[in-house]
Nanobody, 121 residues
């Protein structure tokens, strides 16, 4: 199977920065899109940013200009650099990957366990 392991969350003051990482491992033939989602208490999970295998990125309006998504295809890893953090960015951040699994048919979606990001005012 496939596992996604996130790291880099934590507590930071408003205006600060954090960098999240997510490494995929397992029976991976190929990874298509990778992305970051977040879920704040009492709210639905929302897309933060995603990136294609070719490096084309898409961002939620709320994070444009502050967050940058990138990936290292050789390491099956996606990153999220978060700058100018605001209290509204407080949430559990989840990594997502669209994976072609070895000896399986079709693309499957996998999720990480989530990492907490807390921004204090």
């Amino acid at each position: 199977q496939v596992q996604l392991v996130e790291s880099g969350g934590g507590l930071v003051q408003a205006g600060g920065s954090l960098r999240l990482s997510c490494a995929a491992s397992g029976n991976i033939h190929r990874i298509n899109d990778m992305g970051w989602y977040r879920q704040a208490p009492g709210k639905q999970r929302e897309l933060v940013a995603d990136i294609t295998s070719g490096g084309s990125a898409n961002y939620a309006d709320s994070v444009k200009g502050r967050f940058t998504i990138s990936r290292d295809n050789a390491k099956n890893t996606v990153y999220l650099q978060m700058n100018s953090l605001k209290p509204d960015d407080t949430a559990v951040y989840y990594c997502n990957a669209e994976v072609w699994v070895v000896e399986r048919i079709g693309v499957e979606a996998f999720w990480g366990q989530g990492t907490q990001v807390t921004v204090s005012s």
